[in-house]
């Protein structure tokens, strides 16, 4: 059976894409993911989140890798599949790359700003945050197979996002750089904001880019004999 790969960018999808891969992204809207989901096939091997994050560690910086020890989202929580994510903490580990293994908050709306990230942070004790992660983990364990996450830091947990650019992503993960533009007309005060996150974006983006030959073709899923699942 093929392994789902659940993403927010287009990019990323065309970056994982392989043999015996299906990617699904979800354009930035959870609720649009699981619309997706309930349109698909239950039969996987496993279900992986692969993208970019925001970070909730001040420690990490653009670029670093996060690996899922699981997933919360304020109801719930999700424990990843341990045998992937040591094998992959193993292969990704190399080169000099900042790899931990960490907890991964889901949200449903972009969290922007420095204060709301150290809420989170408190509230969850997790490193990372994205908005695809806890639907794809609740889809997994609704499926009863593994799941496991891979996160690359695009905005650290100083750092703040434009107002406009939670919504800046269309159905198809792809970025409408026209609504950006109207957006930076109408707060030209937000540029600086938006450089920033255009050279964190590319950190973040080199940092996909790296992992992704070292996960090899089909991410190389072999070990899903442990326990793979957990809900509380």
């Given at each position: 059976?093929p392994?789902?790969?659940?993403?927010?960018?287009?990019?990323?999808?065309?970056l994982?894409a392989?043999?015996d891969?299906?990617?699904?992204?979800?354009g930035?809207?959870?609720?649009?993911?699981r619309?997706k989901l309930?349109?698909h096939?239950?039969?996987?091997r496993?279900?992986?989140?692969?993208?970019?994050?925001?970070g909730?560690?001040?420690?990490?910086?653009?670029?670093?890798?996060?690996?899922?020890?699981?997933?919360?989202?304020?109801?719930?929580?999700?424990l990843?599949?341990?045998?992937?994510?040591?094998?992959?903490?193993?292969?990704?580990?190399?080169?000099?790359?900042?790899?931990?293994?960490a907890?991964?908050?889901?949200?449903?709306?972009?969290?922007?700003?420095?204060?709301?990230?150290?809420?989170?942070?408190?509230?969850?004790?997790?490193?990372?945050?994205?908005?695809?992660?806890?639907?794809?983990a609740?889809?997994?364990?609704?499926?009863?197979?593994?799941?496991?996450?891979?996160?690359?830091?695009?905005?650290?947990?100083?750092?703040?996002?434009?107002?406009?650019?939670?919504?800046?992503?269309?159905?198809?993960?792809?970025?409408?750089?026209?609504y950006?533009?109207?957006?930076?007309?109408?707060?030209?005060?937000?540029?600086?904001?938006?450089?920033?996150?255009?050279?964190?974006?590319s950190?973040?983006?080199?940092?996909?880019?790296?992992?992704?030959?070292?996960?090899?073709?089909?991410?190389?899923?072999?070990?899903?004999?442990?326990?793979?699942s957990?809900?509380?």
């Amino acid at each position: 059976m093929p392994l789902l790969i659940v993403t927010g960018l287009a990019y990323e999808a065309r970056l994982i894409a392989g043999p015996d891969l299906v990617t699904i992204c979800s354009g930035g809207s959870p609720e649009r993911l699981r619309h997706k989901l309930r349109r698909h096939p239950r039969a996987y091997r496993a279900v992986v989140s692969f993208g970019i994050a925001g970070g909730l560690d001040p420690s990490l910086s653009p670029g670093d890798v996060v690996l899922a020890q699981g997933i919360v989202d304020g109801k719930a929580r999700w424990l990843s599949h341990p045998g992937l994510t040591q094998d992959w903490a193993q292969r990704l580990s190399v080169k000099g790359r900042n790899v931990v293994e960490a907890e991964i908050a889901g949200v449903e709306a972009t969290v922007r700003t420095p204060v709301a990230k150290a809420a989170l942070r408190s509230a969850t004790g997790a490193a990372a945050v994205d908005m695809e992660s806890h639907v794809a983990a609740e889809f997994a364990a609704v499926c009863g197979v593994p799941f496991a996450a891979i996160r690359v830091i695009c905005d650290a947990a100083n750092h703040s996002l434009p107002p406009f650019v939670g919504d800046a992503l269309d159905a198809d993960g792809i970025l409408d750089w026209q609504y950006i533009l109207r957006g930076v007309v109408r707060q030209p005060i937000q540029i600086a904001l938006l450089a920033r996150l255009a050279l964190a974006s590319s950190a973040a983006l080199a940092g996909l880019r790296h992992c992704r030959p070292l996960l090899g073709p089909n991410l190389e899923v072999g070990n899903l004999a442990k326990p793979f699942s957990d809900v509380s």
